[in-house]
């Protein structure tokens, strides 16, 4: 806080007074947006089981006991039902070569129904809602499962259901079931409960695999994503999505990289790997479901191929590289190839004949970092020039992306070819993400950001330490101050992406993120920074205009341009950081051509207790950002005139109406807390 303070002052001494800032756009003459509009959007990878026990709905944890090397087996969140034992088994005939472990049940003769409860994430959500359930079962059995929902503090069993058993001895057999609660559980500390007679079995046990359960999901896709998360991105407006990472594309080592083709098909052919953020990873939420994401969000998507480097410093040398190049190339046919082709025709298989559109490949993840100087030189040397030929000689209409940036904050200047589009990743403090707004004003290369996010507070990176708990505000405005400059250089950069996006609060490991969440979907938070990226990517811009004010850029940032989609509207973005000693700034914004009289939508954020360190505190539920619309006039001189606080974000947009369609969904209301699980 006293650092904070010290920037207070002498920011606010660099400032004579508060007078009115003029802002005169001009009506032609700006930046060329080769690519229509800086996109907003964010990227996801399995960071903080935002995708196992996130987004993705699945709600049984550990479901078929996959491992690697890294992270044995285990029976990890299963509990034995009346002293039943449980036994990690390595059949000589398992589920399948992918799932070699299953889970042995053994009961005892006379003592009733035995079984297993698996307490999910961290707790289930429990509603009166239709579940959909599955298991694998090997050994023969006559008589009935029971499959329950059921507290985990009390006796209270909230639903159940029985499955009648298909079991034979000698086979695996799948058993579905539909699971309809009769009431609501009053938290989310709650399990799936699974039994069977052990005196209907030959053996007094049985194997099951493959334990599955899920509410209904979003768009009622199969294995698809969890509702309040999907809604929660999809009212963010983003217009891009990255995936699949990010530093689990590249893997703990060059034998455990994220491998797209393990992760398609059906489920009990999916191994999982190694995951780089301390768990396995089921690759349930796999390719196809990335795929069907960004379908289902009208987005489009940046897919990353690996490389040949992973987070251990393994680089794979030049002579051993061109499998990996075959695999990006399968992997691009495999999305967007005719359904005749060998993998569009897998991909047909699956369920989705025509092709996905694909125009952004990026190879690799941050090269520059994990494997250190020895890194960045194979991958400037022969790993990106080899993939971007092959790609480019495939696919001439692919834009091939670079994963690293002309300048990153890091002794060695970066440079990349002039057909390629780096990869920018500012993890800073609030100050830095303010100086960054003329980041791209003389830059010559072409660019995505792809991560951002204010992490450290004023005053030193601290990466050895703790981040800070939750994006604050001081850390947001510096974040859209940073977005305001990246977009009035639409023609350098391609789109802006949050990272990392979601946060499960039982299990993390970055703590900045856009949304946090839990078991219980109405604890899902949305971050100061969602309401902000939100606002921004509702009012696109798809050509920049000239902006010029005699105050210049500071304490107010600002861009302007026109949105084509919307009948040519006209848009201001702007933000006061951090310099007025909370004074309050007189704004006049006047756009050429613009009549008296004609009327613009002001969208204004802002915190009404000018705190700087405010945050969305999802163990209170208190949101501390105030977002208004109103409805100004252009004066007698064709400007519209507003007063924005210290540390405040505006839009103004003369679309005035709701004719934004898909990119002006509004914003919902205060957004729930986060209570603990009990």
């Known amino acids: 806080m006293v650092l904070l303070k010290q920037a207070l002052i002498a920011a606010a001494a660099c400032i004579a007074s508060t007078a009115a800032v003029t802002i005169d756009v001009g009506a032609s003459g700006g930046n060329a947006t080769g690519y229509g509009q800086t996109r907003y959007g964010f990227l996801h990878e399995d960071i903080n089981n935002s995708g196992d026990g996130g987004i993705y709905a699945e709600l049984i944890r550990n479901r078929a006991f996959q491992y690697s090397r890294k992270y044995p087996v285990s029976l990890d969140a299963y509990r034995p039902i009346n002293g039943a034992k449980l036994s990690i088994q390595m059949l000589d005939e398992p589920l399948s070569h992918a799932l070699p472990a299953s889970m042995r049940v053994r009961g005892h003769a006379g003592k009733g129904a035995v079984g297993f409860q698996n307490e999910g994430y961290w707790g289930m959500d429990v509603k009166r809602q239709t579940y959909t359930g599955s298991f694998w079962v090997r050994g023969h059995y006559e008589g009935s499962f029971t499959a329950s929902l059921r507290s985990n503090l009390t006796d209270a069993v909230f639903g159940s259901t029985k499955i009648k058993s298909k079991s034979v001895a000698g086979e695996w057999v799948e058993h579905k079931y539909e699971l309809v609660p009769k009431k609501d559980a009053p938290n989310s500390n709650n399990t799936l409960a699974i039994t069977f007679d052990p005196a209907g079995t030959n053996s007094g046990h049985l194997d099951f695999n493959l334990i599955s359960l899920f509410p209904p999901t979003f768009k009622n896709r199969r294995n698809g994503l969890r509702i309040d998360l999907a809604e929660a991105l999809l009212e963010f407006n983003p217009s891009v999505i990255r995936f ?3 530093n689990m594309l590249e893997g703990n080592t060059n034998r455990s990289y994220w491998d797209w083709k393990d992760s398609i098909g059906p489920l009990r052919y999916r191994p999982g790997f190694a995951g780089v953020w301390d768990y396995q990873q089921t690759h349930g939420l ?3 479901e990335y795929l069907e994401w960004a379908e289902d969000f009208d987005c489009e998507f940046v897919v990353a191929v690996y490389a040949g480097l992973s987070l251990n410093g393994d680089i794979t040398p030049r002579s051993d590289l061109q499998p990996f190049i075959d695999d990006a190339l399968n992997e691009i046919e495999f999305i967007r190839g005719p359904a005749d082709s060998p993998w569009g025709a897998r991909r047909a298989e699956l369920g989705h004949p025509e092709p996905f559109k694909l125009e952004y490949v990026e190879v690799g993840n941050e090269d520059w970092l994990a494997g250190g100087l020895k890194g960045w030189d194979t991958y400037r040397k022969y790993r990106f020039p080899l993939f971007q030929k092959a790609i480019q000689a495939a696919y001439p209409d692919i834009e091939v992306l670079y994963s690293g940036a002309t300048t990153d904050g890091f002794p060695q200047t970066h440079s990349f070819p002039q057909d390629a589009i780096g ?5 800073r403090e609030p100050d830095w993400l303010v100086r960054e707004y003329n980041r791209f004003d003389n830059e010559t290369l072409r660019h995505i950001v792809g991560e951002v996010a204010a992490v450290h507070v004023n005053g030193g990176i601290r990466w050895e330490g703790d981040l800070y708990d939750f994006p604050w505000w001081i850390g947001t405005v510096g974040e859209a101050i940073s977005m305001i400059g990246y977009e009035r250089n639409a023609d350098r950069v391609l ?4 990272a990392p996006v979601l946060r499960n609060m039982n299990r993390w490991q970055w703590s900045i993120t856009l949304i946090q969440f839990a078991a219980d979907p109405e604890l899902t938070t949305r971050s100061t920074s969602w309401y902000i990226w939100s606002m921004f990517a509702r009012h696109p811009i798809t050509e920049t205009l000239p902006v010029s004010s005699e105050a210049g850029f500071g304490p107010v940032y600002y861009g302007a341009g026109r949105d084509s989609t919307r009948d040519r509207a006209l848009v201001w973005k702007g933000a006061v950081y951090n310099t007025t000693n909370n004074a309050d700034v007189p704004i006049k914004v006047a756009f050429e051509g613009v009549e008296a009289g004609t009327k613009a939508q002001l969208s204004m954020a ?11 505190d999802p163990f209170t539920g208190v949101n501390v950002v105030d977002v208004t619309r109103r409805v100004v006039t252009a004066n007698a001189e064709g400007a519209f005139e507003f007063v924005m606080p210290e540390l405040s ?12 369609g898909k990119r002006r969904r509004e914003l919902p209301g205060k957004p729930p807390g986060f209570r603990p699980v009990q």
């Not at 990869?423 to 993890?427: L, S």
């Not at 789109?495 to 949050?498: H, Q, S």
């Not at 802002?606 to 969305?616: I, K, S």
């Open 649 to 660: 974000v505006a839009v103004l947009d003369t679309d005035v109406g709701d004719g934004g």
């Open 423 to 427: 990869d920018y990743h500012p993890y």
């Open 495 to 498: 789109g802006t992406f949050f």
């Open 286 to 288: 796999g390719l196809v």
């Open 244 to 246: 699949p990472g990010g």
């Open 606 to 616: 802002t915190q009404p207790d000018a705190d700087p360190w405010a945050y969305n």
